[in-house]
């Protein structure tokens, strides 16, 4: 069920040049599941399209959640100069969000994230470390300025970081790391640029449980305006599927790789 509401900031604060982290409290963090997305309206009157942005952390006891965001236009921006006290229209929780529930415990995930991709997996690290399942998350960043949310990770999982310039962790893609693998986890959950789900949808298209997280323009954000469509694999061009209602998260395997957008 979509809900909107006035959410409240608790606290924000800059993790990297250019990203931040914000929490928020509201009643909508009762309805959230790991994976969904909030789509804010950005409080500035010339601005009409709201802005999605994954689910980071949840914390339902608290009735908090947190959004981790970079400063890409004037929408997050504008984000990033609220405070604490200052309220954020919010719509949701929304999409489809990580399958977990098919997983026991003793068994294995891979998380891959990449950049601003990589938030909404800690919450799927929490959520999967909690179910007794063995996590490894390899995450990519392009230096080790913008390298987030590692320590936070490194509680639930085995952690590898790669940067593209080296001068971090392993020089070089997630795939570096990957490719190195000898035994193929239970699941393997993915959410980053274009160039790195093209990647993984790849490697693992006949994997079982292999899933991307994929971004889109999206306008209305709740499966009526048809913004956010991307077109299914080995069917007629008439068949497609909606980002915001039917994603985030896609199987491995069913998205044609050149509709996608970043
Ligand atoms: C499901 C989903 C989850 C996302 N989660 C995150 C997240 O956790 N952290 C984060 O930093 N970013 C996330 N994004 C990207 C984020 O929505 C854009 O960076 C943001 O909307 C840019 O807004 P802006 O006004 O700052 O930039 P502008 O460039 O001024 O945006 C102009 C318009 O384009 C849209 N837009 C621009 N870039 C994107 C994009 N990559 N995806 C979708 N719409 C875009 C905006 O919503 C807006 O309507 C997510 C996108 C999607 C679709
Ligand atoms: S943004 Fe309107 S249908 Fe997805």
């Given amino acids: 069920m979509i809900l909107k509401e006035e959410m409240t900031i608790v606290s924000q ?4 040049t250019d990203i931040f982290e914000m929490v928020l409290t509201g009643q909508l963090v009762e309805q959230m599941s790991v994976g969904q997305f909030l789509h804010i309206r950005v409080p500035d009157i010339s601005k009409v399209l709201r802005r999605p942005i994954s689910i980071c952390q949840i914390d339902k006891a608290k009735r908090e959640a947190t959004i981790v965001y970079r400063v890409q236009g004037l929408g997050t921006e504008i984000f990033s100069h609220l405070g604490a006290g200052d309220v954020l229209d919010c719509m949701g929780p929304q999409g489809n969000g990580f399958p977990i529930d098919f997983l026991d415990a003793g068994q294995t995930a891979l998380l891959v994230g990449g950049g601003i991709g990589v938030p909404p997996l800690l919450e799927l690290a ?3 470390y909690a179910k007794g399942v063995s996590v490894t998350a390899v995450i990519g960043f392009a230096s080790k300025d913008v390298v987030i949310l590692e ?9 590898i970081v790669t940067t593209d310039d080296g001068s971090y ?6 795939s570096t790391v990957i490719d190195t693998f000898k035994n193929e986890s239970d699941a393997v959950y993915a959410c980053g640029a274009p160039g790195m789900l093209n990647y993984v949808d790849q490697k693992f298209e006949k994997h079982p449980h292999a899933y991307l997280s994929m971004e889109s323009r ?15 694999k080995d069917a007629d061009e008439s068949k497609s599927l909606r980002v915001c209602e039917d994603g985030p998260v896609f199987a491995t395997g069913t998205v044609l790789q050149e509709m996608r957008k970043g």
């Fill in 151 to 159: 320590q936070e990770l490194a509680q639930f999982a085995d952690v």
């Fill in 169 to 174: 962790g392993t020089k070089g893609y997630v």
């Fill in 13 to 16: 604060r800059e993790i990297a």
């Fill in 126 to 128: 929490k959520q999967l």
């Fill in 218 to 232: 999206m306008a209305c954000g709740m499966g009526a305006c048809y913004a956010c469509v991307v077109h299914v």
